[in-house]
């Protein structure tokens, strides 16, 4: 027996008719509560999730897939589906739940400025199937975040305010529905879903087990990490920080898109960091920020390389997993500055046993904006930036106080933002969508209905 504890309600199945009749004729690995690679492969890489899946499916091919849903159906057993496992609240496993994980359909490959991804590549899969032709694309910071959720909710990432986000550049996909059936969308077929899938969350329409993206029509000869920091930063240096960047913003270089952290760490107090990409030389990102970095006691870096090389160098910061309460909300107007002095005043009071709370601010605008918000299910193209609030801890102590602590300060949040950005998605939220989606929350569930009529997809937040 493991030595975790594995729920009585898992346990009641019967062995499930044990493994000669799971999902008969699946060619990739299934695993079931008392196998022993079933603990680590229940987790996700947000290590606060702690759910019991009765049956975890790695498919290898379309087929496998088929082969799940089927059996879902038959049995009535509920679906999550899995790419990367990078889901904030946890959603793409569950108790009691057949999950699909595609996390060994990663093939990518790039033709005549295309590129084809199978549902379960992750963002490293795709910067490495580029490095070679030395273009570059608007993907994730994390390198194991999966490709196929991060397009289908948006898809932000450092080079959207020239890029555009991930969603964008997306020129169809092709998913497996309800009924086991291989569906192809793009802007010439299946339409109403091909504006679905780009912003309106993974999970509530098929299994995406193919993307194709066009890449930017960009080669840059190079990119320029810049990182600025103020480390022992004070409440005021803080809030001086937060509205210089919202100033800077307005008018900033599009060839920039800047992630910032105003936070306190256990190792480093409080302080604040940002980093991002220059399309562009050193020289030219140094004035591209020269306004922030004007702001007294910072620390700069500017490096140059390569496309594949930045993506690698801002990959490495990424640990294995976390544990973590985070989520994100779109800022549309300036805040004012007795709204940021409140808010950076919150973080002098973190929760017992937190290694780090933040609030994160994530540049938009750009080629973001010039879309409409109805052209694809991705609403706030007139947002100006996310501001995300997060708490991480190491030890399982400190959850509670973390999680209670984000709890208490996100309604601020609320009040002074225009919804929430379903990649950073918050399970309290009392109308989630209207809150992702805004007006595009209807059409949402008019795609639903078209093409998963029985609610097969179905999860805590799916469309419905």
């Not at 990102?285 to 496309?307: K, M, N, R, S, W």
Request: with cysteine; hydrophobic share 40%.
């Amino acid at each position: 027996m493991p030595a975790y504890h594995i729920p009585s309600v898992i346990l009641r199945i019967g062995r499930f008719i044990v493994a000669q009749k799971i999902l008969q004729g699946i060619k990739g690995e299934v695993v079931l509560p008392w196998d022993e690679g079933y603990g680590e492969a229940r987790q996700e890489w947000n290590r606060r999730i702690d759910k019991f899946p009765r049956v975890i499916a790695y498919c290898e091919d379309k087929k496998d897939v088929s082969r799940c849903i089927e059996f879902a159906r038959m049995r009535g057993v509920p679906l999550r589906i899995r790419g990367g496992g990078h889901h904030y609240e946890g959603y793409s496993v569950g108790n009691g739940v057949l999950v699909i994980d595609l996390s060994r359909m990663n093939a990518v490959s790039v033709e005549d400025g295309m590129v084809r991804a199978q549902g379960g590549a992750a963002n490293a899969d795709l910067y490495s199937a580029i490095a070679p032709t030395g273009d570059a694309f608007p993907g994730g910071t994390c390198p194991t975040v999966g490709l196929s959720g991060y397009t289908q909710g948006g898809g932000w990432g450092l080079s959207c305010r020239l890029l555009g986000l991930g969603c964008d550049s997306l020129e169809g996909v092709e998913l497996i529905d309800a009924y086991g059936r291989a569906v192809n969308a793009n802007s010439h077929c299946n339409q109403d879903l091909f504006w679905a899938v780009r912003g309106g969350g993974g999970g509530s329409f098929g299994v995406v087990t193919g993307l194709t993206f066009r890449l930017p029509h960009i080669d840059p000869e190079v990119v320029t990490l810049v990182g600025l920091s103020w480390p022992g930063a004070d409440a005021s240096l803080q809030a001086l920080f937060w509205e210089t960047w919202q100033r800077w913003l307005a008018d900033a270089d599009e060839r920039i898109t800047l992630q910032v952290s105003i936070y306190h760490s256990e190792a480093e107090g409080f302080a604040v960091s940002s980093r991002g990409i220059f399309y562009g030389t050193p020289e030219e990102a140094q004035e591209a920020v020269a306004l922030l970095a004007d702001i007294p006691g910072v620390q700069t870096a500017f490096t140059p390389g390569t496309f594949h090389e930045t993506m690698q160098r801002i990959g490495e910061g990424y640990p294995p997993s976390e544990k973590f309460k985070s989520t994100g909300r779109f800022v549309t107007r300036d805040l004012a500055p007795e709204q940021i002095a409140h808010i950076v005043d919150t973080l002098r009071e973190p929760p017992e046993g937190s290694v780090f709370t933040a609030y994160s601010l994530y540049a938009l605008g750009g080629a973001v904006a010039r879309r409409r918000p109805g052209d694809t299910a991705y609403y706030y193209r007139d947002a100006r930036y996310i501001a995300g609030i997060q708490s991480v801890w190491e030890e399982d102590a400190a959850a509670e106080e973390s999680i209670t602590w984000v709890n208490r300060h996100f309604p601020y949040l609320v009040n002074l933002t225009a919804g929430s950005y379903v990649n950073f998605p918050y399970s309290n939220l009392r109308d989630y969508m209207q809150a992702y989606y805004g007006s595009n929350a209807n059409r949402l569930r008019r795609v639903k209905r078209m093409y998963d009529p029985c609610n097969v997809f179905c999860f805590q937040q799916s469309i419905r």
